[in-house]
């Protein structure tokens, strides 16, 4: 069965920067290697939305708010998806959600990321 489990976040000051990881378990090597990686976050009574993509061929996507400030990047030896967050805002606090895509969709279970001070 395939599990996403995410870590980091937490509380982070205006304009610091926090690293979240996120480890696909029950996925052979070479199956994750050809795996749409993807960050989401949600926050209450919004819709959950795309912040950053990792396509297999390495290709990369941003929303207009993660741009410039967010890095997503694969670890393909450890199974591991990663998104760096530079320059925080108060406007990041969300719950912060992995999402892999091969054939089907599976999510983590979500990490909280508040941004103040």
């Known amino acids: 069965q395939v599990q996403l489990t995410e870590s980091g976040g937490g509380l982070v000051q205006p304009g610091g920067s926090t690293r979240l990881s996120c480890r696909v378990s029950g996925i052979i090597l070479s199956v994750f290697w050809y795996t749409t990686l993807e960050w989401y976050r949600q926050t209450p009574g919004r819709e959950r939305e795309l912040v950053g993509r990792?396509?297999?061929?390495?290709?990369?996507e941003y929303s207009a708010s993660a741009k410039c400030r967010f890095t997503i990047s694969r670890d393909n030896s450890r199974k591991m998806v990663n998104l760096q967050m530079n320059n925080l805002r108060p406007e990041d606090t969300a719950v912060y959600y992995c999402?892999?895509?091969?054939?089907?969709?599976?999510w983590g279970q979500g990490t909280q990321v508040t941004v103040s001070s």
């Open positions: 990792l396509a297999t061929e390495g290709s990369t």
């Open positions: 999402k892999a895509t091969k054939r089907n969709t599976y």
